[in-house]
T-cell receptor
Framework: ELKVEQNPLFLSMQEGKNYTIYCNYSTTSDRLYWYRQDPGKSLESLFVLLSNGAVKQEGRLMASLDTKARLSTLHITAAVHDLSATYFCAVGDDKIIFGKGTRLHILP | ETGVTQSPTHLIKTRGQQVTLRCSSQSGHNTVSWYQQALGQGPQFIFQYYREEENGRGNFPPRFSGIQFPNYSSELNVNALELDDSALYLC?????????????FGSGTRLTVV
């Protein structure tokens, strides 16, 4: 059974700082997704990573995938308050299984 | 190109009742997946439909059932509602297996069971 673990589950950080969210998963998969969720809202797709070594960047967010280590990272550069949200990784080739999410709170 | 539409947006039901939630998939998508998201938790996979057939099911009891129609829209039905069924129910559509381009999520249906 595929298990997806994120850490940390909660992160409070100052604006301007850098940080990384980690996503580990338990079985082989070449497909990993990152989503953002604002309170009371649905899931917004951030990145789709489809192969080992994939790296994608959008603004202050960069995601990477290492399928051999079964690890993905979401790196935040020079955080701003608008990035405060819950971030989920999800893994799967056919059906996707989500981690518990990382609640990111960026202090102005 | 329309996105994924879910209805209703909010719903209050009494324990023991039955509920049907609806999902219209994004144009051109043939796969629909349903997720339950309890407050403060990650989405939990309920089941997936591909071209009108169930294609996998998560750890949910049989009182959770679904259907996909020829136009690829879908319904989630929950019988004998329990208080713990209170959650945000999310529908996601995609194209192909594995999906090309990822999953598009709807805005969800907030179900409250009292």
């Amino acid at each position: 059974e595929l298990k997806v673990e994120q850490n940390p589950l909660f992160l409070s950080m100052q604006e301007g700082k850098n940080y990384t969210i980690y996503c580990n998963y338990s079985t082989t998969s070449d497909r990993l997704y990152w989503y953002r969720q604002d309170p009371g809202k649905s899931l917004e797709s951030l990145f789709v990573l489809l192969s080992n070594g994939a790296v994608k960047q959008e603004g202050r967010l960069m995601a990477s995938l290492d399928t051999k280590a079964r690890l993905s990272t979401l790196h935040i550069t020079a955080a701003v308050h608008d990035l405060s949200a819950t971030y989920f990784c999800a893994v799967g080739d056919d059906k996707i299984i989500f981690g518990k999410g990382t609640r990111l709170h960026i202090l102005p | 190109e329309t996105g994924v539409t879910q209805s209703p947006t909010h719903l209050i039901k009494t324990r023991g009742q039955q509920v049907t939630l609806r999902c219209s998939s994004q144009s051109g998508h043939n796969t629909v997946s349903w997720y339950q998201q309890a407050l403060g938790q990650g989405p939990q996979f309920i089941f997936q439909y591909y071209r009108e057939e169930e294609n996998g099911r998560g750890n949910f009891p049989p009182r959770f059932s679904g259907i996909q129609f020829p136009n690829y829209s879908s319904e989630l039905n929950v019988n004998a509602l329990e208080l713990d069924d209170s959650a945000l129910y999310l529908c996601a559509s995609s194209l192909g297996r594995p999906p090309r381009g990822g999953y598009t999520f709807g805005s969800g249906t907030r179900l409250t069971v009292v």
